[in-house]
T-cell receptor, first 113, second 117 residues
Framework: AQSVTQLGSHVSVSEGALVLLRCNYS??????LFWYVQYPNQGLQLLLK??????LVKGINGFEAEFKKSETSFHLTKPSAHMSDAAEYFC???????????FGQGTRLTINP | EAQVTQNPRYLITVTGKKLTVTCSQN?????MSWYRQDPGLGLRQIYY???????DKGDVPEGYKVSRKEKRNFPLILESPSPNQTSLYFC????????????????FGSGTRLTVV
């Protein structure tokens, strides 16, 4: 069965600092991997997705993630945090094409001025 | 505009009173799914549907029903709601078609915050 572990339920960084949100997955087959962002009182918005093409995936708002099969990781990064990045971030894995998403528990990102 | 529309956005109800949360998508997506979001647990799948008249249980189906009579609609039914079903619910749709901007990812509705007292 597929599962996702997000390390750290809360992450706090200063404005302009590097953002690193960690995600490890388990999957018996090559997975599809996703990062979603949820702003307060809103639904989930797709940030980026890995679907077995390039291992470094670029998404919206300056975020990117690198698929590392040997480490079963798909960490999300952004070189310079902005106040508008404050939100909850979810990593998700799908074993097949968009049939089912299994989510991690989420990481709440706080940006300090 | 391509979107998933859920109604209502907020709902407070009493234990045992049947309710339906509607979900509609305008993207001609085959797959639709319901999730509930609870603090510290992320999103958990309740039911999903691969196409019209094809539905299956997700990870937490107890206490819920769904139907898929039309491709665009996927209502979630709580026959006898209980307080442990107080949660934030999301409907989502997706398509397995390769290459399109909506491939391999779900489009989510804005959510329905349900409180059962």
């Amino acid at each position: 069965a597929q599962s996702v572990t997000q390390l750290g339920s809360h992450v706090s960084v200063s404005e302009g600092a590097l953002v690193l949100l960690r995600c490890n997955y388990s999957s018996s087959v090559p997975p599809y991997l996703f990062w979603y962002v949820q702003y307060p009182n809103q639904g989930l918005q797709l940030l980026l997705k890995y679907t077995s093409a390039a291992t470094l995936v670029k998404g919206i708002n300056g975020f990117e993630a690198e698929f590392k099969k040997s480490e079963t990781s798909f960490h999300l990064t952004k070189p310079s945090a902005h106040m508008s990045d404050a939100a909850e971030y979810f990593c998700a894995v799908s074993p097949t094409k968009a049939q089912k998403l299994v989510f991690g528990q989420g990481t709440r990102l706080t940006i300090n001025p | 505009e391509a979107q998933v529309t859920q109604n209502p956005r907020y709902l407070i109800t009493v234990t045992g009173k049947k309710l339906t949360v509607t979900c509609s998508q305008n993207m001609n997506h085959e797959y639709m799914s319901w999730y509930r979001q609870d603090p510290g647990l992320g999103l958990r799948q309740i039911y999903y549907s691969m196409n019209v008249e094809v539905t299956d249980k997700g990870d937490v189906p107890e206490g819920y029903k769904v139907s898929r009579k039309e491709k665009r609609n996927f209502p979630l039914i709580l026959e006898s709601p209980s307080p442990n079903q107080t949660s934030l619910y999301f409907c989502a749709s997706s398509s397995p078609r390769f290459g399109g901007p909506d491939s391999y990812g779900y489009t989510f509705g804005s959510g329905t915050r349900l409180t059962v007292v």
